[in-house]
Every structure is written in structure tokens, then in C-alpha cells.
């Protein structure tokens, strides 16, 4: 049964193995291939208002983070990012971190999540996305620039929370 609970800097050492994997892959995050272990704890374990852990059997298997979007008057509106290690893809847990972002988002107040920068080439994360409630607002034209692929459309997507 998967678990999702807080982060401590203790998880990050294993945090650290599925971020390094997916940055280094350059394929759905804009972080280099390059970041450094201590920035990616600067990224997701010091900047956001709150990083959770997706566990099962005592093994992170997926991490994500929430934040404000923007600061002062757009600061009702939350940013989220996930993150799942390769081997562990297909169970689930994208939906259930995206639920329980937005469940957990309400709880501190937000009034609505904004996806800044969508790949468009990731499919699975576009649709899933959608199902949980999410509309493409805007497309980037040739804004990422994907390991394998080039230049590819990026997209913003939202949801307000009624």
C-alpha cells in the first residue's frame, strides 16, 4: 500500500537517486543534467513550502514538492512538481501524489494550482494531468529543449479549485 507522508532531510538521500535519474534523463524537467546534489536539496527540500514522500514497503518510490506559484498577489495559486523513480512508473503513483498535492494544497490555502512548464512530448504526465482535473492554458513553442527529441512545446496547465 502506498503511503505518501512529509519529507525529512533524512529522505534525502534517496530523494537525491530518483531527482539525480530523471535531471540526468533530460527528458521532463528543466533542471541540468549538471545539478549538483546540494542544489537539488536547495530545489526540492529548501525552497518549496513542503516536500512528501511516496512510500511503500519503506522505500521512496516518488517525491513531490509544493510551493507558491508567485509571490505577493499571485500567491494564492500553487506550483507542484513529481517525481517517480523509472522502476517504480505505472503503479499509480503519479495520481496519487497529484491528489494528494491538491487535497493538501486546499488544506493551506491555495485557491488553485498552476503547472508552469509541462513537457508536451510526456504524454503520460499531459493526460494524467487532464484527468486530475487540469486544463492547458498556454503552449510554449519549442521552449524545452528535450535530450532526444530537440525542441519541443512545453504547456502551462491550471485548475482552480471550486
Given at each position: 500500500?502506498?503511503?505518501?507522508?512529509?519529507?525529512?532531510?533524512i529522505d534525502f538521500d534517496e530523494i537525491w537517486t530518483i531527482l539525480h535519474e530523471t535531471f540526468l534523463k533530460g527528458d521532463t524537467y528543466v533542471f541540468s543534467p549538471d545539478t549538483?546534489?546540494?542544489?537539488?536539496?536547495?530545489?526540492w527540500m529548501e525552497?518549496?513550502?513542503?516536500?512528501?514522500?511516496?512510500?511503500?514497503?519503506?522505500?521512496?518510490?516518488g517525491t513531490?514538492?509544493?510551493k507558491p506559484n508567485q509571490?505577493?498577489?499571485g500567491?494564492?495559486?500553487?506550483?507542484?512538481?513529481?517525481?517517480?523513480?523509472?522502476?517504480?512508473?505505472?503503479?499509480?503513483?503519479?495520481?496519487?501524489?497529484?491528489?494528494?498535492?491538491?487535497?493538501?494544497?486546499?488544506?493551506?490555502?491555495?485557491?488553485?494550482m498552476q503547472y508552469n512548464f509541462v513537457v508536451a512530448s510526456n504524454h503520460v504526465a499531459v493526460e494524467l494531468w487532464k484527468k486530475c482535473g487540469f486544463s492547458i492554458v498556454g503552449r510554449l513553442h519549442n521552449a524545452y529543449n528535450h535530450k532526444e527529441k530537440g525542441y519541443v512545446d512545453a504547456y502551462v496547465?491550471?485548475?482552480w479549485f471550486d
Open positions: 500500500m502506498i503511503k505518501i507522508r512529509r519529507a525529512t532531510n549538483s546534489k546540494e542544489e537539488g536539496f536547495h530545489i525552497t518549496p513550502l513542503a516536500t512528501y514522500v511516496a512510500i511503500e514497503n519503506e522505500k521512496i518510490m513531490y514538492f509544493i509571490s505577493g498577489l500567491s494564492h495559486i500553487c506550483n507542484a512538481g513529481y517525481i517517480i523513480a523509472s522502476k517504480f512508473r505505472g503503479k499509480g503513483l503519479g495520481r496519487a501524489m497529484c491528489k494528494h498535492s491538491l487535497k493538501e494544497a486546499i488544506i493551506f490555502g491555495f485557491k488553485g496547465m491550471y485548475q
